[in-house]
């Protein structure tokens, strides 16, 4: 998609990142992925992979590197267009850090402390509570801002931090004048918090030590069937959504989420039936939604030209359009004008 373009036919725009950490897993994948290829059709659409956010916790440097790569070739896999979608790498484009710089300053001490996710990672990663994981926000607030973001596809863990972006972009518009678009979240109706499959009381990760709680997009159809047998339910043996189902209703959001059947539909498919059947059937629908996009992936990884050529194009694209934004925000602020070298 061509900056022209964009300009003549004046989509909403989205911006969404994810964090190369290794492991993508369906809750990812339902919560934040899924959507990012049906927006695509109906908005201006930019994506990154979040490299920068993800040194906030300790990276080995080859491990980290493959990541980033696997990161970007799994969400092309996933659907990501980029004919029609930029999609680059964050350290690419040296205007997020900058702006994160800016806003930082514009960022309390005490709204930052407030939020869940440095509070939980913090005490998972007690020895290594660094500035930038408390900071983390102020940049996510800069990827979201730079490119005048109307709507900003994330799971429901991420809803704070996008509050957060708001806020401080109300708060610097309120002291310059209009400079930032104020983001509104796109939280999916169905799959916002897959929950995981050992204590469907917790959510979905991917840091959970016990790999029967969560499923990989690129984990093998065997893996995926045994996890899903191994679900924990409860005793009642009915599948229907309702109140202390927890398990129950998680098994039943993935199915509606991969299939389209409502709970309604789903509850009458399954009348008569045992848990058993039940999670059959849901690894098998998972099965089969995510096969393409590993066979897909493994072309995609294994094409470094093509995923290089790809990244490029996405950072030129973002580099100038985000920049516009930098400019304008610092202007604002009363920086001087950059020279042209
Ligand atoms: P971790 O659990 O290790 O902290 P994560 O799996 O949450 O990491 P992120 O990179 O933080 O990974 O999340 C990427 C996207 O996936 C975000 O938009 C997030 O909201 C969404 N997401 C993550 N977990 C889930 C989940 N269990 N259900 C729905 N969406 C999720
Ligand atoms: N913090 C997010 C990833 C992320 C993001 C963003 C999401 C980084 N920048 C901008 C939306 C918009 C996460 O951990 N899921």
Known sequence: MSEEVLKQEKKPIIFSAIQPSGTITLGNYIGALKNWVTLQDDYDCIFAVADLHAITVRQEPATFRRHILEAYALL??????????????????????????????????????????????????????????????????????????????????????????????????????????IPDGYIPPVGARIMSLQDPTKKMSKSDENVNAWVAVLDKPEDIMRKFKRAVTDSEAVVKYGENKAGVNNLMGIYSAVTGKTNDEIEKEFEGKGYGDFKATVAEAVIEELRPIRERYEKFIADKAYLEEQYTKGAEFALRMSSRTLDKAMKKVGFIKKPRF
């Open 76 to 181: 092309l896999a996933c659907g990501i267009d980029t004919e029609k979608s930029p999609f680059f790498i964050q350290s690419h484009v040296h205007t997020h850090a900058e702006l994160a710089w800016v806003l930082n300053c514009y960022t309390q001490f005490g709204e930052l402390s407030r939020m869940t996710q440095f509070k939980d990672k913090s005490q998972k990663h007690a020895d290594n509570v660094n500035v930038g994981l408390f900071a983390y926000p102020s940049l996510m607030a800069a990827d979201i801002l730079l490119y005048q973001a109307d709507l900003v596809p994330v799971g429901a863990d991420q809803k704070q931090h996008l509050e957060l972006a708001r806020n401080v972009a109300e708060r610097f518009n309120g002291i310059y004048g209009n400079t930032f678009k």
